[in-house]
């Protein structure tokens, strides 16, 4: 099975997802990852599976599934703000 990221210490700091992949932390926040996490119960969102390959991540509890290639590009992506250029973080 080809191995796409390592997924590492996944946690939840006040409305941030942060995990570490492939050795280096990102802190995505819930509301631009996906409303069901955003709503989601504490205990909800630290009942996770991550796929085998480190493809994924799966909340079977809200029956939610994120790649971890979307969050990166979540990570890169730029958006304008009052004509400013700013990269989420």
Known sequence: M???????NI?????????????NDFNFPLKIISKKLSNAHPNELNNYIISPSGYGIHWPSIDE????DGLLKIK????????KSLTLK
Do not use: V
């Open 76 to 83: 890169s992506a730029t958006k304008t703000h009052r004509g």
């Open 65 to 68: 599934d994120i790649s971890i």
């Open 11 to 23: 946690r939840l700091e006040e409305d941030f997802l942060i995990i570490n992949i492939d050795g």
């Open 2 to 8: 080809r191995k796409y990221h390592l997924i590492k």
